[in-house]
């Protein structure tokens, strides 16, 4: 077997495959990869919807709670007043944290003494009071101060007065307000410049218990929605907090079973065709092996039958030569020349007209005439051929096809019978008494033909391979019988290519049958 073209086959075979494969691959996830799509469209719908309701109910809560805070705050009190109408319940507490003390309403020392003890938050307080986009306070730093102007730095910002026995008062307007957090600490405040530097107004908030005034506001579709701060690099979508509304993992979806219906179709025709080109391919690569094996039997097989005659020719044109003949033997010598002369031209006219039934030619020849006619001009030829073989031969004529007009290859029809002869004279010359049976019978528009032997009849096994081309029996292998297994093949072909058929009609210990139906013409009037 040639290897480049396998290699060949084999790599475009692997190539559609692979294509086939990922093409129902592709088919079999499209549905869920739809889905994920609308499932990100229905999130993003749906947060579309909801941050809008969320933002305005967050907006009026933060103005209900910044509009109690005075627009400036009055240094000259030793404590910060309780805004008017109290705070929220979300709201931890007001403060006033200035460059000297932490100010915070009457009665609320609990609130005080929880951000003395927070740390990183006063800190940061102080931070953000001078530069609102200082980063959160880092433990680690210490107070100092700063070498240059010997003044005290709280974390890295400088006081402009440390004098704080003098009257703090306000140097220009409070900034805007401006929202930051620490852990579960969210701080809302705003800046306002004094003498003795930058303090820090605002108040505190509880998240979680604000959170639960804005998740009503969510759209119920969006299942397991929270709202929570925002991550390193997140952008907060609900301002001027730092928190971000998420939705979930989950998202009711509008009904899709009429899609998932449709898909199911597309998937099933594409996993029909991924099949079937797989079947293709399995059909491409035993077509080639097959016919390759075909090829290999054909030249073993002729190359066999070569040899035989070959080598007596070459013995006998040698003896000839020589003229070492003798004289007893000249007969014998010219028999076996004609008979492997025969022989051999029947081996070249099958491999022949194999070859060019192959090719999709036929012989391209009509004869026309009365069926018993033609049919005797054939038969007398296979009759001799029997006889010539020590069989016996009985022809029957059916009446009813003497007057019927038979249009055929009469070379192909000989040819036909010739390859039963022959098939006939290799496996049924056993018998006691070698006899071939040919009867004629009319069925409507098909004259059939029966051929018939004696002989051992053929094995079943081999009985649905007997038209294959280069098929032979395990008995012909090992009995040496001569032929390369075209013989059926051709017949069958031939009488195919001709409007007619070849059939094996009943096979037994007692016989073989062959059926050869031809197709006639109109009644001669």
């Excluded at 094996?504 to 007692?510: F, G, H, I, N, R």
Aim: glycine share 6%.
């Amino acid at each position: 077997m040639k290897k480049k073209p396998l290699i060949i086959l084999l790599l475009f075979s692997l190539l559609t495959l692979s294509a086939a494969l990922w093409q129902a691959y592709e088919a079999a996830t499209l549905n869920s990869r739809l889905e994920e799509i609308d499932r990100r469209a229905q999130i993003n719908r749906l947060l579309e919807l909801s941050i809008p309701r969320v933002q305005a109910e967050l907006n009026r809560l933060l103005t209900l709670e910044r509009d109690k805070i005075a627009a400036e705050p009055d240094f000259s009190l030793a404590v910060y007043p309780m805004p008017k109408g109290g705070k929220a319940d979300f709201n931890c507490g007001f403060f006033l944290y200035t460059p000297g003390a932490l100010l915070v309403p009457p009665g609320e020392d609990e609130f005080r003494n929880a951000l003395n003890s927070a740390t990183v938050v006063m800190n940061t307080m102080r931070r953000k009071a001078f530069n609102p986009s200082a980063p959160v306070y880092d433990p680690n730093q210490t107070s100092a101060y700063d070498p240059r102007t010997q003044l005290p730095v709280f974390g890295v910002y400088e006081v402009n007065d440390p004098d704080f026995s003098k009257p703090m008062k306000a140097t220009g307007k409070p900034g805007p307000f401006f929202a930051w957090h620490h852990l579960k600490n969210l701080v809302y405040m705003r800046s306002v410049p004094t003498t003795h530097g930058c303090a820090a107004e605002g108040f505190i908030i509880d998240a979680d218990k604000l959170i639960a005034h804005l998740l009503p506001l969510v759209e119920k579709g969006l299942k397991g929605a929270h709202i929570d701060f925002t991550r390193p690099g997140e952008s907060a979508n609900l301002n001027p907090l730092p928190l971000v509304l998420r939705p979930g993992d989950h998202v009711e979806l509008p009904d899709s079973s009429a899609r998932r219906q449709a898909m199911s179709g597309t998937v099933a025709a594409t996993w029909l065709i991924t099949l079937i080109s797989i079947g293709i391919i399995f059909g491409l690569l035993a077509f080639y092996t097959r016919m390759e094996r075909r090829r290999s039997d054909f030249v073993s097989a002729v190359t066999h039958e070569l040899r035989t005659p070959l080598t007596s020719f070459a013995l006998i044109t040698d003896l000839l030569r020589r003229k070492n003949i003798p004289s007893d033997k000249i007969e014998e010598y010219h028999e076996t020349l004609y008979h492997e002369t025969r022989r051999l031209a029947h081996l070249v006219e099958n491999v022949l007209s194999f070859a060019r039934l192959s090719r999709g030619k036929v012989r391209g020849r009509s004869d026309s005439g009365l069926c018993r006619e033609l049919l005797d001009t054939a038969f007398r030829k296979i009759t001799k051929q029997l006889h010539e073989a020590g069989f016996k031969t009985h022809v029957t004529h059916d009446k009813r096809c003497d007057m019927v007009t038979l249009h055929t290859d009469l070379l192909s029809l000989e040819q036909i019978l010739t390859n039963l002869a022959d098939n006939a004279v290799k496996y049924a010359a056993t018998a006691a008494s070698p006899t071939i049976s040919i009867s004629m019978v009319r069925n409507h528009n098909m004259l059939g033909i029966r051929f018939s032997d004696n002989g051992p009849g053929i094995p079943e096994e081999l009985q649905k391979s007997l038209f294959r081309p280069f098929s032979r029996s395990a008995k012909a292998e090992q009995g040496r019988k001569p032929g390369v297994g075209l013989g059926l093949a051709l017949a069958r072909d031939m009488a195919r290519s001709i409007g007619g058929d070849l059939v094996l009609e009943k096979s037994s210990d007692s016989g073989t049958t062959f059926l050869l139906t031809l197709p006639i013409g109109d009644k001669v009037s």
